[in-house]
């Protein structure tokens, strides 16, 4: 993996991909999976989905994709995080709620599976669309 940056550049190139970005995001509900059913193995192929997902597709070929634009701000902000503390303060609280989701999962309570997933993608979509703004600003 070279040091220069080139290898986390064309990850995250790739990560931009809608396809890519979405199919994430869609596919969190699966951390809930091994906690409810018990079945820790399942960890595993969701771990390998989770990998595998951030460099499946080609790199995005342009920017017409909110989705893209909000990747490829997140990959702007990774490099300076403490410039928006809006972003590092929706970060804590969606990794809080995902939290309260697994262990809601884990106690089989649907209600707090399902609300936690949900706020937890809601502020994830958040998040997309201040990276998204950050993306714009940086290229105009």
């Known amino acids: 993996m070279p040091s220069d940056g080139r290898y986390y550049t064309r990850m995250f190139q790739r990560h931009a991909h809608p396809v890519s970005a979405w199919s994430r995001l869609l596919s969190t509900p699966l951390l809930l999976v091994p906690l409810w059913t018990r079945r820790w193995w399942l960890f595993l192929p969701i771990g390998a989905w989770f990998a595998v997902n951030a460099v499946m597709t080609p790199p995005a070929h342009d920017t017409s994709s909110f989705a893209t634009r909000a990747i490829l701000g ?4 990774t490099r300076d995080p403490r410039s928006e503390p809006m972003v590092l303060a929706l970060t804590g609280m969606a ?6 989701a697994m ?12 609300a936690g997933t949900g706020i937890f993608m809601a502020l994830t979509l ?3 669309k201040l990276w998204a703004d950050r993306f714009v ?3 105009a």
């Open 137 to 139: 600003r940086e290229r």
């Open 126 to 128: 958040w998040q997309w």
């Open 74 to 77: 997140e990959e702007s902000w």
């Open 95 to 100: 990794t809080g709620s995902l939290v309260a």
């Open 103 to 114: 262990v809601a999962g884990y106690r089989r309570s649907r209600t707090g599976a399902t």
